[in-house]
């Protein structure tokens, strides 16, 4: 899996729970409840910018035609973050009302203490929960990065091993041609002989039909 599907499955998951808890809890919570919810839907919206914002930087290092086909959905999600966002904002407005407010202004000072530790805790544990996330990306593209390495170091090995193997072709053919260029001047050489011995041999049986001739004229006359 890619480091950007990586980012595309998380911001998934967060748009699903903060649609939702809009829809659902948040709607139907009111005093502590519904602002302890709200708190937690800002912070998943904040995460899931910045989840939208290291997509767009994953984006520079794709090739062009990745690239291409993977912004139209990137765009796409900020439309979606933006729903959210004034989702969000259209409920709150909605909900709030002046018995809201008194009963807010009217909690003990325990409950307020409850519910801002809670907010608290759950700030601490959203910020954990992104430092891990934020090193299980780093060790990603860590891990990309040497993979990458070993490749490029793979490839550049069986490159040079091509290129010895190309020499070595090299060098065969030219020792091939040497001994074919030696082999015809062999062959011409013999070529000659056989000419030379083809004309003495001519010439030597005409001399003997010659001798024969005059053997037989010197014994007749």
Do not use: C, H
Request: hydrophobic fraction near 40%.
């Amino acid at each position: 899996m890619s480091i950007f599907e990586t980012y595309e499955r998380e911001f998934r998951a967060l748009a699903d729970d903060v649609g939702k808890k809009i829809s659902g809890p948040f709607a139907a919570a009111a005093g502590d409840q519904r602002k302890l919810i709200q708190n937690q839907l800002l912070r998943e919206l904040e995460e899931a910018d910045e989840i939208i914002g290291q997509m767009e930087m994953e984006l520079v290092s794709l090739p062009a035609g990745q690239r291409s086909s993977l912004s139209p959905r990137v765009q796409q999600y900020k439309e979606e973050l933006k729903r959210f966002k004034k989702e969000l904002q259209k409920k709150s407005a909605a909900a709030a009302s002046t018995s809201e407010r008194d009963q807010l202004l009217g909690n003990s000072t325990v409950v307020d203490l409850e519910a801002a530790s809670m907010d608290q805790r759950g700030r601490l544990l959203q910020g954990t929960e992104r430092l891990q996330n934020s090193s299980r990306r780093l060790e990603d593209a860590r891990r990309v990065a040497l993979e990458t390495e070993q490749i490029g170091i793979n490839t550049l090995s069986d490159l040079n091993a091509q290129r010895e193997q190309i020499i070595r072709t090299q060098n065969r053919l030219g020792t091939a041609d040497s001994w074919i260029a030696k082999s015809q001047g062999v062959l011409k050489t013999m070529q000659r002989r056989l000419a030379q011995n083809k004309l003495l041999s001519a010439g030597i049986i005409t001399l003997l039909v010659f001798l024969i001739l005059a053997i037989i004229i010197a014994r007749f006359s």
